[in-house]
């Protein structure tokens, strides 16, 4: 029986020394410049299809341990060393530092007001104005009655120029001004709506129908 009391504080205290130590897996530690660079340099590494054309990624590259280092400090950011190891051909690799936005954008979920526009420019007077190109279903432009073919030329009352649309189109809610085109000149009209950007999840396929003709049935 003594043993068996023995046992039990022995194992109370190991319980209560145990709750004492941190799961090293819950614990979040702050990677440093440095060594994100060096993941980011060891991934090029070890996977960038066109690894031969790159210098810096030569087996022989840096004769020791130091120089090595001396290169990742060389670079401010993580992205300043990736654009170094790119090579100017490739048009497909990218840096992102959110791999949830990755992992987001693969699966077709975007931060998204479900309004697809194009930009133009008039050559006569050189005025600016967007045109709606197609609506996302269950989005905020959906729902606010934004149609294919629609005109608009100001976001929250400032009328689009050559500096200012990439800032204007930006935030994740913004006011359009509707617009018509007279031939000759974009001109304001009252109209205005209001767009949010949400997370859209988009199917692949915008639009599918199935034409009957003569009998005969054909997907499109």
Do not use: H, W
């Not at 319980?15 to 410049?33: K, M, P």
């Not at 066109?50 to 020791?64: H, I, M, R, T, W």
């Not at 290169?71 to 790119?86: C, G, I, R």
């Not at 104005?129 to 989005?139: A, D, L």
Request: aromatic share 14%; with cysteine; charged share 20%.
């Amino acid at each position: 029986m003594k043993f068996l009391k023995t046992f039990a504080l022995f194992l109370s205290c190991s319980f209560l020394f145990t709750s004492c130590f941190e799961d090293q897996d819950d614990v979040r530690v702050a990677a440093s410049i440095q060594e994100i660079q060096d993941f980011v340099y060891r991934g090029m590494d070890y996977f960038y299809l066109y690894k031969s054309e790159v210098p810096e990624l030569a087996e022989n590259a840096f004769p020791d341990d130091s120089n090595y280092q001396a290169y990742l400090n060389s670079f401010a950011t993580p992205e300043a060393l990736f654009d170094d190891l790119v090579v100017e051909q490739d048009r497909f690799s990218f840096l992102i530092s959110d791999y949830r936005a990755l992992e987001n954008a693969l699966n077709g979920i975007t931060l998204n007001n479900g309004m697809e526009f194009g930009l133009v420019q008039l050559q006569d007077n050189g005025q600016i104005f967007g045109y709606v190109r197609y609506v996302i279903p269950n989005s905020s432009a959906a729902q606010q009655g934004v149609e294919r073919g629609m005109l608009f030329n100001r976001v929250d009352g400032t009328t689009f120029t050559e500096n200012n649309f990439n800032d204007l189109l930006s935030p994740t809610s913004y006011t359009i001004g509707l617009a018509e085109y007279d031939g000759e000149n974009i001109n304001n009209l009252e109209e205005t709506i209001t767009l949010t950007k949400q997370e859209i999840t988009e199917n692949p396929v915008y639009i599918s129908k199935v034409i009957e003709e003569q009998n005969q049935k054909s997907a499109i």
